[in-house]
């Protein structure tokens, strides 16, 4: 599971078997309809899993993330992420 750092400051999070030449795609204009239009992307962060299920799991939940837990987690703070997911959740309720 990856996430780019675009550069329109957006991000974008995939998984894949191989995440060179993945990124490779990317950059090329040929891995997303998202990215291509954003180029140049710059790898963020990335998980590595034995699964490319548990990969794309992951990928499925991180998407969901607002932007500043997903960079909670690019900045090595995930302690921060279930306060964050707090806020978000208690200000939806106002």
Wanted: with cysteine; proline share 2%; charged share 30%.
């Amino acid at each position: 599971m990856y996430i780019l750092l675009c550069c329109d400051n957006s991000y974008y999070t995939g998984s894949t078997k191989d995440l060179e030449f993945r990124f490779n795609q990317h950059q090329a204009g040929e891995g997303s309809n998202y990215t291509k239009n954003r180029l140049p992307v710059k790898l963020a962060y990335f998980e590595e899993y034995d699964r490319i299920d548990f990969a794309f799991n992951r990928e499925k939940q991180v998407q969901k993330w607002s932007r500043k837990k997903k960079e909670a987690l690019i900045s090595g703070e995930s302690h921060l992420i279930p306060q964050l997911a707090k806020k978000i959740f208690k200000n939806k309720e106002k």
